[in-house]
């Protein structure tokens, strides 16, 4: 948050502040917006969900998103570091979401934000919510000894009342997989995009993510959690996986299926051939082919 606030732990601002960024971002902070009309929409990843005047977008860090402002858009934007949120948790960001709800009830509207719209269009709940921000910008301003804790207290009550408002579908998320699903077609997007992509050498971190709507670092994350792999070595994995098949298919040149496996030098594919297989890839096809049947 140092560059929009002075205080690295809390932040809220609004229009007169200064605009919201103009395309998908991320960041390392936590990040409630309040939209207070007219309606606009929240794009999450790969999702895009409506957001209406009266609505609340919750954000986790390091999650690429964007919320685009009309002119006359109207907003609140509320910026908190984890340990500001969570003095007692202490885990990598990116691991926030595997956290159980019963060990930090304040991250279910952050953890189900693409499944769910937070609107609380009952005039008393709205009420509630304004005073809340009244209180926060009050508090914010005058930052003396003791105003951290009531500061944290208002964000708690913010998050408490939008939890209670979404008791049941929040508690019906929270008993699904649907997290893990999630995790898994971002995982398909990025595999796809390989499988497109595989022949060129240009193949690259930063363009698969864009590809599954994640951020690099993200994406790094999610590869090492669920296949063990960086974004390196799985593509340096198919690509070996892909010259074995061609090796074996037919007798086209060693230079033609480097170049066809996304290597634009024969002499470094044949190093990390037979770094992976233990031999060059003319020993490869040569062994395979003397396999008696």
Known sequence: MAQRSAQLDFDIRDKADGPTA?????????????????????????????LPPRALAF?????LHW???????????????????????HCDPLDLEDIALGEALE??????????????????AFAALMQLLTRMR????????????????CLLQ??????????????????????????????????????????????N?????????????????LLRKETGLSFTDLVLERRMRLACTQLLQGDKAISHIAW?????????FSRCFRKSQGMSPTQFRKSRHSEPP
């Open 205 to 221: 971190l930063k363009a698969a993510a864009a590809a599954a709507f994640l951020s690099p670092n993200y994406l790094t994350h």
């Open 22 to 50: 103009s395309s998908p971002h991320r960041h390392e902070y936590f990040q409630i917006q309040i939209n207070l009309g007219p309606e606009t929409c929240h794009h999450l990843g790969a999702v895009v969900r409506p």
């Open 67 to 89: 919320i685009p402002q009309p002119p006359q858009g109207h907003f609140v934007l509320i910026n908190f570091s984890q340990d500001f949120l969570l003095p007692h948790l």
């Open 260 to 268: 066809a496996c996304g290597f634009a030098d024969e002499a470094y």
């Open 138 to 153: 009050t508090l914010a301003a005058q930052r003396e000894w003791g105003v951290e804790l009531q500061l944290r207290g």
């Open 158 to 203: 913010l998050i408490g009342l939008v939890c209670s408002r979404y008791q049941q579908p929040l508690q019906q998320l929270g008993s699904s997989q649907v997290q893990r699903l999630g995790r898994r077609d971002a995982l398909g997007r990025v595999q796809k995009y390989i499988r497109a992509h595989l022949a060129e050498p240009g193949l």
């Open 107 to 124: 991250l279910a509207p952050f953890r189900f934000q693409e499944h769910l719209d937070f609107v609380l269009s009952d005039d008393a």
């Open 59 to 63: 954000v986790l860090p390091q999650r």
